[in-house]
């Protein structure tokens, strides 16, 4: 599978908690609403928890400052990528998701790449 990762920082008008209720209640939503246009297998929230936490050992380490989130997002492979964004349906879908996410997510202090995974192990399945 190809999976897109979506390493987020909020806007700076935008509060924790409006940021956090926005993302999981409109935008999620929003996409889910688009998901067979663009041919999306998976989607997946992580919300970043304990920030405080986090900004003294990013910090103490002299990293960037901390992300509010990362968004993953699934297709079987590169082809039903691509034709997930070719045709009228995806493009207008790829437009809205776009203008929602300008409305809470700060593009330049973001970052947005395709990776294909490698399962190393996989402790979380009872088989």
Do not use: C
């Not at 039903?80 to 790829?94: I, K």
């Not at 203008?99 to 996989?122: G, M, N, P, V, Y």
């Amino acid at each position: 599978m190809i999976k897109l990762v979506y390493i987020i920082r909020k806007r700076d008008d935008v509060s924790d908690k409006e940021f956090h209720d926005y993302w999981l209640n409109k935008h999620g939503p929003l996409v889910a609403s688009v998901a067979k246009a663009i041919r999306a297998r998976k989607y997946v929230q992580s919300h970043t928890i304990l920030p405080e936490t986090a900004a003294s050992m990013s910090q103490s380490r002299k990293m960037a400052p901390i992300y509010e989130g990362i968004t993953e997002v699934w297709w079987d492979s590169v082809e039903d990528l691509t034709a997930g964004g070719s045709t009228p349906e995806g493009q207008e879908a790829g437009r809205l998701l776009l203008q929602d996410e300008a409305k809470f997510i700060d593009f330049q202090r973001s970052t947005i790449f395709f990776t294909e995974e490698h399962l190393i192990f996989d402790f979380t399945s009872k088989a």
